[in-house]
């Protein structure tokens, strides 16, 4: 698996509050995810980056931004906190071997906004 | 838009024995790849198997396996040789073949919780 780690790994905050969760890679994937499992819906795509400085919508961007300055970093911010984004959020990173397209996700940060 | 289906939200089976876990999948696309990632307690996601549509063979990987039925858009998972260490959430998920990097994004069926006693 991809070297992929999440921090913080755990957070409580407060609504309103900016938050930025980051993800690291050490495998030099170009293309990196960002996931937010909640009960009862799966992963969901929040965004999603194609290369340094490329990125894109996913199915449930709303109230998040994301910035990759570096390949092996890739940023999740949620400019001001809500309730409904308590959730695990997931990290992953995809290789590309030919054909054989595969994403590895990092151990998840569990966020608690109150 | 892709949609992917797994009817089953808990099962449970016995240790050393089989058990097959459903899924189905939406697509207008010929061209796509379907995983099966296992998530334990712990709450990491652990790629089980992975299919390309375009083979016909099943995947195996020792005790997974999958019945691919590519015109019935359907993807079940069997274990054999049920271990207590399978005990875990099983989401199905879907990626589409397009070549665009960044494109093929994984869209995740809701999971099937199961319990693997002793």
């Known amino acids: 698996d991809a070297g992929i780690t999440q921090s913080p790994r755990h957070k409580v905050t407060e609504t309103g509050t900016p938050v930025t969760l980051r993800c690291h890679q050490t495998e030099n994937h170009r293309y990196m995810y960002w996931y937010r499992q909640d009960p009862g819906h799966g992963l969901r795509l929040i965004h999603y980056?194609?290369?340094?400085?490329?990125?894109d919508k996913g199915e449930v961007s709303d109230g998040y931004s994301v910035s990759r300055s570096k390949t092996e970093d890739f940023l999740l911010t949620l400019e001001s906190a809500t309730s409904s984004q308590t959730s695990v959020y997931f990290c992953?990173?995809?290789?590309?071997?030919?054909?054989?397209?595969?994403?590895?996700f990092g151990p998840g940060t569990r966020l608690l906004v109150l | 838009a892709q949609t992917v289906t797994q009817s089953q939200p808990e099962m449970s089976v016995q240790e050393a024995e089989t058990v097959t876990l459903s899924c189905t999948y939406d697509?207008?696309?010929?061209?796509?790849?379907l995983f099966w990632y296992k998530q334990p307690p712990s709450r990491q996601m652990i790629l089980v198997i992975r299919?390309?549509?375009?083979?016909?063979q099943n995947a195996t990987e020792n005790r997974f396996s999958v019945n691919f039925q590519k015109a019935a858009k359907s993807f079940s998972l069997k274990i054999s040789d049920s271990q207590l260490g399978d005990t875990a959430m099983y989401f199905c998920?879907?990626?589409?073949?397009?070549?665009?990097?960044?494109?093929?994004?994984?869209?995740f069926g809701k999971g099937t919780k199961l319990t693997v006693n002793p």
């Open positions: 299919q390309e549509a375009y083979k016909q």
């Open positions: 998920a879907f990626m589409s073949g397009g070549t665009q990097g960044g494109s093929e994004k994984l869209v």
């Open positions: 980056s194609y290369g340094v400085k490329d990125t």
């Open positions: 992953a990173t995809q290789e590309r071997e030919g054909l054989y397209q595969t994403q590895y």
């Open positions: 697509t207008s696309e010929s061209n796509y790849y």
